[in-house]
């Protein structure tokens, strides 16, 4: 399951993602962050990962790693908040990208959009 998260707000959006998100919900994805592109000229996103299934979370990390790639101008951060330790060693073997990533535990969740604005 995906959805936008309503601490949210100018160029910075955040998304929850966990259980089974289907390839649908990608897409919707995708086309809401350039949605904000076209509004602010780049954005910085949060991804909250919880519970989310293994085959969920590999293509969770190929359309994102597609996404930056092809928006890497225009996404300045991300940050990945999320208990799973091998989601987050995941998460940072991923930031080989041209995007500035950091991880962050629940509990520092706050710290996390701290760290976007």
Same mark, same amino acid.
């Given at each position: !399951? !995906? ?6 707000? #100018?160029?910075? $959006?955040? =998304?929850? +993602? ?5 390839? /649908? &919900? =990608? @897409? *919707? +994805?995708?086309?809401?962050?350039? #949605? ?5 000229? @780049? ?19 190929? &359309? ?8 890497? /101008? ?6 990945? $908040?999320? #208990? /799973?330790?091998? @989601?987050?060693? +995941? ?5 080989? @990208?041209?995007?500035? +990533? *950091?991880?962050?535990?629940? /509990? ?10």
């Amino acid at each position: !399951m !995906m959805r936008r998260l309503e601490k949210s707000h #100018d160029e910075i $959006v955040g =998304y929850s +993602l966990s259980g089974e998100v289907t390839a /649908d &919900e =990608y @897409t *919707q +994805l995708a086309s809401e962050l350039r #949605d904000e592109i076209a509004r602010h000229g @780049t954005i910085r996103v949060l991804f909250r990962l919880s519970d989310l299934e293994l085959s969920s979370f590999f293509t969770a990390l190929d &359309e994102r790693l597609s996404f930056v790639r092809e928006n890497r /101008d225009d996404v300045e951060r991300v940050a990945v $908040v999320t #208990d /799973d330790t091998a @989601t987050q060693l +995941l998460s940072k073997a991923a930031g080989a @990208t041209p995007v500035e +990533l *950091q991880t962050f535990s629940s /509990d520092d969740e706050p710290k996390a959009w701290a760290w976007l604005e």
